[in-house]
């Protein structure tokens, strides 16, 4: 019998019974959308926090100045700590060994003002290093300048979201913006950030496109906080040669801190990149229960493949003895009922992509994370069927061309 005739016969037994067919898939269906609408959404996660932790700078160590109540505020100055300060930032460059670049930034609430728009901002006050540190390449224009912080240049960069406030038309760049009471002229936009939707770490939760950059030597100049107690600048940004010594680098950060502040606890340290490796931890956990759920699903198909496989074969015993006594090798009678299970199978995965990718598009469009479907996943997704056909269908293959043809002749 040729391959083509073997093929279909095996189509033949799964068409005449759809509903049992539809029926049996279902397992793989689920399994195979599950699995890809679990590797969508780990592959989402890892983009989203691979952006995040990419504004942060992985081989970036970041100083906080924390938020203190009023009274522990006193308290602190009151123990000769007038915390994060530009001398900090001096003492970390000259000290630390490792210190490649060390950025401080302040910031302060306030509001832009363009014509007749308005919109809030977080105003950043940032020396030339921080250029250096992030990269930081405008979408528009060009970022600020060594000579406009020496020389308490007036000039700023929009974030995004600000530059879309502002000029939802006209392009920002050489205009004059107001920032609280003070004029400014804008001399870049920035390409959009990711957003920070929670806390990582130590750095709370804000949205990047809403900031505008100023030079720290304008912003200390031009604009005072409205507690005459609170730090001089409000983030230490260092950056280290190497990764590797971020653990060390950030120990010896800590104690100069420590030793400045008079061990007062008014500042937070974080090393964004142990926060990614915590985070991928996290991720391969949540990975590994999916997978598990997604297996199970998987298993369970199989096994109802293989059950419904034995009855087929039960069932058509009578067809077998007939085939085999009219000349139908063992090979070719495993063959037929082999490609019934895979076919089978194979079904169900076709339909568990489509779950699968609907699913992912769902997600998507409806919850706060992005998806993304990987045509590897489609393919892994699609050989797990296969290959729970294969496993599942052999045994009930091999029993029906194992059947002894003169009993099953007399089968009733």
Same mark, same amino acid.
């Given at each position: 019998?040729? !391959? ?21 898939? &279902?397992?793989?269906?689920?399994? +195979?959308?599950?699995? @890809?609408?679990?590797?969508?959404? =780990? ?10 932790? !990419? %504004?942060?700078? +992985? ?20 123990? /000769? #700590? #007038? ?12 000290? %630390? ?38 990269? #930081? ?5 060009? /970022? ?10 007036? %000039? ?10 502002? /000029? ?12 609280? *009471? ?57 950056? %280290? ?24 606890? *008014?500042?937070? &340290? ?10 991928? !931890? ?9 997978? #598990? ?7 369970? =198909? =199989? @096994?109802?493949?293989?059950? @419904? ?34 076919? &089978? ?57 194992? +059947? ?9």
């Amino acid at each position: 019998m040729e !391959r083509r005739d073997m093929l279909r016969l095996g189509l033949d037994g799964l068409s005449q019974h759809r509903l049992r067919s539809v029926l049996t898939t &279902l397992g793989i269906i689920f399994g +195979v959308g599950a699995v @890809i609408a679990m590797l969508a959404i =780990g592959e989402g996660a890892k983009r989203e926090a691979l952006e995040k932790f !990419r %504004v942060l700078g +992985v081989n970036n160590i970041i100083v906080r100045d924390r938020k203190l109540t009023e009274k522990e505020l006193e308290e602190a100055r009151a123990r /000769f #700590s #007038s915390g994060l300060s530009l001398a900090d930032a001096e003492a970390i460059r000259r000290i %630390v060994p490792g210190a490649v670049h060390v950025a401080p930034q302040a910031e302060l609430d306030v509001e832009a003002k363009h014509g007749d728009r308005a919109t809030k901002i977080t105003l950043v006050g940032v020396s030339h290093a921080f250029k250096e540190i992030f990269q #930081s390449v405008p979408a528009s224009g060009e /970022f600020l300048w060594r000579d406009q912080h020496d020389r308490e240049v007036r %000039v700023c960069v929009l974030g995004a979201e600000v530059a879309r406030s502002l /000029f939802p038309i006209e392009d920002p760049v050489g205009r004059q913006v107001k920032l609280d *009471d003070q004029w400014f002229e804008v001399v870049g936009t920035m390409a959009n950030k990711a957003l920070f939707t929670e806390t990582v770490g130590e750095l709370a939760a804000r949205n990047l496109n809403q900031d505008v950059y100023i030079p720290l030597s304008a912003f200390l100049r031009r604009f005072s906080k409205e507690n005459p107690l609170a730090s001089q600048i409000d983030q230490l940004t260092v950056q %280290v040669e190497d990764s590797e010594r971020l653990p060390e680098v950030a120990a010896v950060i800590r104690r100069v801190l420590q030793r400045r502040h008079h061990q007062n606890a *008014d500042f937070d &340290l974080v090393i964004p990149f142990e926060l990614l490796k915590q985070e991928e !931890r996290e991720r391969r956990i949540y990975n590994m229960v999916l997978g #598990s759920i997604a297996a199970i699903s998987l298993l369970v =198909g =199989g @096994i109802g493949i293989m059950n @419904i496989m034995l009855a087929t074969v039960l069932e058509r015993t009578r067809e077998i003895g007939i085939r085999r006594a009219m000349g139908a090798k063992q090979r070719e009678i495993l063959i037929q009922f082999l490609i019934e299970a895979v076919g &089978l199978s194979l079904a169900g995965g076709l339909a568990g992509i489509l779950l699968g990718v609907g699913m992912a598009v769902i997600i998507d469009a409806i919850a706060e994370f992005k998806t993304i479907i990987s045509p590897l996943a489609v393919v892994l997704a699609f050989s797990l069927s296969g290959a729970v056909g294969v496993a599942s269908g052999t045994f009930p293959a091999r029993r029906a061309a194992l +059947v002894n043809p003169i009993d099953a002749l007399r089968y009733e």
